[in-house]
């Protein structure tokens, strides 16, 4: 199995930044890529960054791109996401996914997950 948990959410205004990080430890050799997906109140949780361990491709969700960068450390078996220049439609529950393979951006590609970290964004 793999475990994952997250840190580094917290509470900020619109235009400020926040790093989040994901620790994972076990049999992370199974994994290929790692992404965030967040999920705000009443709805379903969405794709937000991914990043393929081996070669560091990745690939961002429209809303996102731009603000957001995800980079990895594979010594340290970390994943962190970068966010910038928040909005209040970034307010969510974040989530770090772990994947064996399929499609980066595919909530069912991802067979663990953290127990996420609540990013808030007042305007």
């Known amino acids: 199995q793999v475990q994952l948990v997250e840190s580094g959410g917290g509470m900020v205004q619109a235009g400020d930044s926040l790093r989040l990080s994901c620790a994972a430890s076990?049999?992370?050799?199974?994994?290929?890529?790692m992404g965030w997906f967040r999920q705000a109140p009443g709805k379903e949780r969405e794709f937000t960054a991914a990043?393929?361990?081996?070669?560091?491709?990745?690939v961002y969700a429209d809303s996102v791109k731009g603000r957001f960068t995800i980079s990895r450390d594979n010594a340290k078996k970390m994943v962190y996401l970068e966010m910038n220049s928040l909005k209040p439609e970034d307010t969510a529950v974040y989530y770090c996914?772990?994947?064996?393979?399929?499609?980066?951006?595919?909530?069912?590609?991802?067979?663990?997950w953290g127990q996420g970290t609540q990013v808030t964004v007042s305007s």
């Open positions: 076990g049999r992370t050799f199974t994994s290929d890529f």
């Open positions: 990043i393929i361990l081996s070669s560091g491709t990745t």
């Open positions: 996914g772990s994947s064996p393979g399929g499609v980066l951006g595919s909530y069912n590609s991802y067979n663990y």
